[in-house]
């Protein structure tokens, strides 16, 4: 992807998980040498370790960001949760961690337009078909789509997405901890 990025001058904004290998250290610096944005996913991405308590989620956040800062030199700024700020397995009330992250001064993002890349039977041609047609109900739309070595589609399908979307008149950009964030409306509690 970040090959792609370049090829099409294109900026983007990457979630990243806690991955140790070479190839990951090697992304993440890339992805800050090269003027993206490298932001936080989750340190371990297990929703019942992360999710368990707000110690755990604390636990795991601080894991990764410090991981991030030794890697990079970058001290990550920006979140989004696994499965989204409205997710419905953690065990502790999201809008209690959505304060803890604003209290600790970290801009979590949500999305407005899935690819669908994480739905299993997802062909190429979806990925496209929502990433494209979705974008268009939105002036900002912020895609979620996913890199792992099971998403090759989501790979063929980048430059297709990114033709047709500067076609339309959209520029790619990096979200930042001082851009507008787009989220979900988080159902109240009882």
Not at 76 to 98: A, C, H, W
Not at 119 to 133: D, E, F
Not at 169 to 190: H, M, N, Q, S, W
């Amino acid at each position: 992807i970040l090959d792609i990025l370049k090829d099409y001058d294109v900026k983007a904004t990457f979630f990243v998980v806690g991955k140790t290998d070479e190839r990951s250290v090697k992304a993440y610096q890339r992805i800050v040498e090269e003027g993206h944005t490298l932001a936080m996913h989750s340190y371990s991405h297990k929703y019942d370790e992360i999710y368990e308590s707000k110690e755990a989620f604390a636990r795991d956040l601080n894991s990764l960001q410090e991981y991030l800062y030794e890697t990079t030199g970058v001290w990550p700024r920006i979140y989004r949760f696994p499965g989204g700020s409205s997710n419905t397995v953690s065990k502790v009330d999201m809008q209690e961690l959505i304060e803890y992250l604003t209290d600790i001064g970290i801009t979590y993002f949500d999305w407005n337009v899935d690819s669908g890349d994480a739905t299993r039977g997802t062909t190429a041609q979806q990925i496209y078909q929502h990433a494209v047609n979705d974008s268009k109900q939105f002036r900002r739309p912020v895609i979620l789509f996913h890199n792992t070595g099971t998403k090759k589609m989501t790979l063929e399908q980048i430059p297709a997405i990114i033709e047709a979307l500067q076609k339309e008149g959209y520029r790619f950009d990096v979200l930042k901890a001082d851009t507008p964030p787009v989220r979900f409306r988080i159902p109240e509690t009882a």
